[in-house]
């Protein structure tokens, strides 16, 4: 399964949108993108999962770079219930959760 | 309807006891899965079930071992618990086991403390 590269942690304005981006440059033709997020010990929450397409749901859009080498979660206005870790996740058979980013909507 | 249960929601313990931890998901599912989140936030598979059978198990000790009576239910029962055993577990049920989308539902998480 392909690793992916998430930024630490970020700040976001509450009411602007947050911008979260992934790297996974080992993806395979195969492997989806999912993206969870982890509000504090509660369990992982899922949030939208794309192949090639970019995605829209009522929680969030994912962008999807055309060679599918990276990806980011939109989350069009940030609310401080937002305030989360946020794991990007590219899968064929499990999941492997990496360290995520620790997202913080500021008031 | 809670989709994905876990009881009980905290257990405290001490060194060396056995303890269990019950997972019940009413999803209609086929494939379970036991995590593992520890101080550090690491969240780990630890094992997977499809249909009963194990189907994945990552680097654990033999004192951990699932059981799944039937396909709604993935029980964790761990022996002779050591100080590292501290963690939040979480369990997971997904539609499949294989490629392709396979979304997973997770569980509210059980803290063991481990004394």
């Known amino acids: 399964d392909a690793k992916t590269t998430q930024p630490p942690s970020m700040d976001c304005a509450e009411g602007r949108a947050a911008n979260l981006p992934c790297n996974h440059s080992?993806?395979?033709?195969?492997?989806?993108v999912y993206w969870y997020r982890q509000i504090h010990s509660q369990g992982p929450q899922y949030i939208i999962h794309?192949?090639?397409n970019n995605e829209t749901n009522e929680m969030a859009s994912l962008i999807i770079t055309e060679d599918r080498k990276s990806s980011t979660l939109i989350l069009p206005h940030a609310t401080l219930r937002d305030t989360a870790v946020y794991y990007c996740?590219?899968?064929?058979?499990?999941?492997?959760f990496g360290t995520g980013t620790s997202l913080t909507v500021i008031p | 309807d809670t989709a994905v249960s876990q009881t009980p929601k905290y257990l405290v313990t001490q060194m060396g006891n056995d303890k269990s931890i019950k997972c019940e998901q009413n999803?209609?599912?086929?494939?379970m899965y036991w995590y593992k989140q520890d101080s550090k936030k690491f969240l780990k598979i630890m094992f997977s079930?499809?249909?009963?059978?194990?189907?994945i198990n990552e680097t654990v000790p033999n004192r951990f071992s699932p059981k799944s009576p039937d396909k709604a239910h993935l029980n964790l029962h761990i022996n002779s618990l050591e100080l590292g055993d501290s963690a939040v577990y979480f369990c997971?049920?997904?539609?499949?086991?294989?490629?392709?989308?396979?979304?997973?539902?997770f569980g509210p998480g059980t803290r063991l403390t481990v004394l």
């Open positions: 079930y499809n249909n009963k059978e194990l189907i």
């Open positions: 794309g192949l090639k």
């Open positions: 080992t993806i395979s033709g195969n492997e989806y």
């Open positions: 999803l209609g599912h086929d494939t």
């Open positions: 996740i590219v899968t064929g058979n499990q999941f492997y």
């Open positions: 997971a049920s997904s539609p499949q086991s294989g490629g392709g989308y396979n979304e997973q539902f």
